[in-house]
């Protein structure tokens, strides 16, 4: 088999290109690293060239439709569902993105994989921070308040919550001789959640409180 220029330069594309990826998800210590995109973007890459000449010329999709599939079950591996909170979609949409644009250097569309690099790129470093802005004005925290039964009722903390505009789902209430255990997702404003953070920290009826 003669030596081929072309998918040299492929795959030396591919493994920038994850590298770009992976570093940025490295820096933000991520399950899925520097190593593991680019094994994704090159990968993929090569699935693609390999589809193209097993299949030449009638049917080159053969494999490397089977590539979403395997991709799917690695995205997968990535993502943790804690309560009402999930984690790990940013990097799992992060190793599909890696992985079509492997494909796209390994099919030959150059400019669609540049243009997919850039976007991406753009995405996992400039919109962090409008992400940000967004998460100070929507907070979510998950509350275990700890307080005595016949020092405080319930729908007291209901109404500390409503005051402060805050919306909140209620997921568990416990009691412990004369302790009572309260569970919640609270949801608002970061200025509006530390306020309610002040009023637990300074009440002498709240005996422990974590969010």
């Known amino acids: 088999m003669e030596f081929s220029y072309q998918e040299t ?3 030396l594309l591919s493994l920038l290109i994850g590298g770009m990826i992976g570093i940025e998800r490295e820096y933000s210590s991520k399950a899925a ?3 593991t995109m680019i094994l994704i973007s090159v990968g993929s890459t090569l699935f693609t060239i390999i589809s193209r000449k097993l299949g030449a010329p009638a049917n080159e999709d053969r494999i490397a439709a089977n590539i ?11 993502v943790f569902k804690d309560g009402f909170s999930v984690t790990g979609l940013t990097t799992a949409a992060s190793i599909w993105v890696t992985a079509a644009l ?13 243009e997919g690099t850039i976007l991406t790129i753009i995405i ?17 925290r998950t509350y275990k308040i700890s307080f005595q039964k016949d020092r405080i009722k319930i729908e007291e903390i209901r109404d500390q919550l409503r005051s402060r505009g805050l919306k909140f789902i209620e997921r568990s209430e416990t009691k412990h ?14 200025k509006k959640v530390d306020d309610f953070n002040k009023y637990l920290m300074n009440s002498d009826l709240i005996k422990s409180f974590d969010c």
Do not use: K, N, P, W
């Open 33 to 35: 690293g520097f190593r």
């Open 68 to 78: 979403i599939t395997g991709i799917g079950f690695i995205g997968a591996g990535v």
């Open 124 to 140: 996992l470093f400039l919109f962090e921070y409008i992400q940000l802005v967004i998460d100070r004005m929507h907070q979510r």
């Open 177 to 190: 001789e004369d302790d009572i255990r309260f569970s919640l997702d609270v949801l608002g404003s970061q």
């Open 102 to 114: 492997g494909m796209a250097i390994g099919s030959g569309d150059y400019v669609l994989a540049g």
């Open 9 to 11: 330069i492929q795959l």
